[in-house]
């Protein structure tokens, strides 16, 4: 059981980064993707986690999300350029405030890449408006992004696209809480991707 992508307090999830270490302490992996905040990261040591984030950006005339993984929350170049918090707009979450802002995908690439982390876009087939799936993960992985999310309703097709590009991926439900989530659970079953060398995990461990 893994989960790459997982909301906390500081953002827009619900639940403290405490419960979530509790409900996440029996996965092999897991990581903690706020919007554009890298608090929890600072905070988190335990051994089955992995640093993350989502970053906002606008890229081939849309707004998409990038995942960023595993880079180095304490890299100088990475907090120096302020990715995190030189922003002031808000827009009124339902239970809080987030920071909304959009950030250029060479600035997101280039900070994660220098941080040693992996990039990756979450939801494809979610998140593509307008624009075919296989288009724009074409292009993201033309710039320098590294795979794509598998989400549980969209596997077949996920694979098909990671099958055509041969690239590495993750899988996230997306978690917000209990009570809001698109997926309605915590924690993705990785038996099918489990001796994949593309998976990222297995990415991570052989790196």
């Known amino acids: ?50 640093t993350g984030v989502e970053l906002s950006n606008y890229f081939l005339d849309n707004v998409y999300h990038i995942l960023g993984y595993n880079f180095d929350v304490n890299n100088k170049e990475l907090n120096n350029k302020d990715l995190f918090n030189i922003y002031d707009k808000y827009v009124k979450s339902y239970c809080q405030n987030i920071k909304y802002y959009y950030i250029s995908i060479r600035d997101i690439i280039e900070s994660i ?24 993960v074409e292009k993201f992985l033309s710039v320098g992004g590294d795979g794509i999310e598998i989400t549980p309703d969209f596997l077949d097709k996920s694979m ?27 924690g993705i079953d990785t038996k099918y991707f489990d001796n994949d060398e593309r998976y990222l995990r297995n990415v991570i461990r052989r790196n």
């Open 1 to 50: 059981m893994d989960d790459f992508h997982i909301h906390s307090t500081y953002s827009d999830g619900l639940d403290s980064i405490e419960n979530l270490i509790q409900k996440t302490k029996n996965f092999t992996m897991f990581s903690i993707t706020d919007h554009n905040n890298i608090e929890a990261n600072k905070k988190i040591r335990e051994a089955n986690f992995i």
């Open 113 to 136: 890449k220098n941080a040693n982390g992996y990039l990756i876009l979450p939801h494809p087939f979610i998140s593509c408006k307008n624009i075919e799936t296989k288009t724009i």
């Open 160 to 186: 098909e696209i990671i099958n055509c590009y041969d690239t590495f991926y993750s899988v996230g439900s997306d978690y917000h809480s209990d009570i809001f989530n698109r997926n309605n659970t915590l």
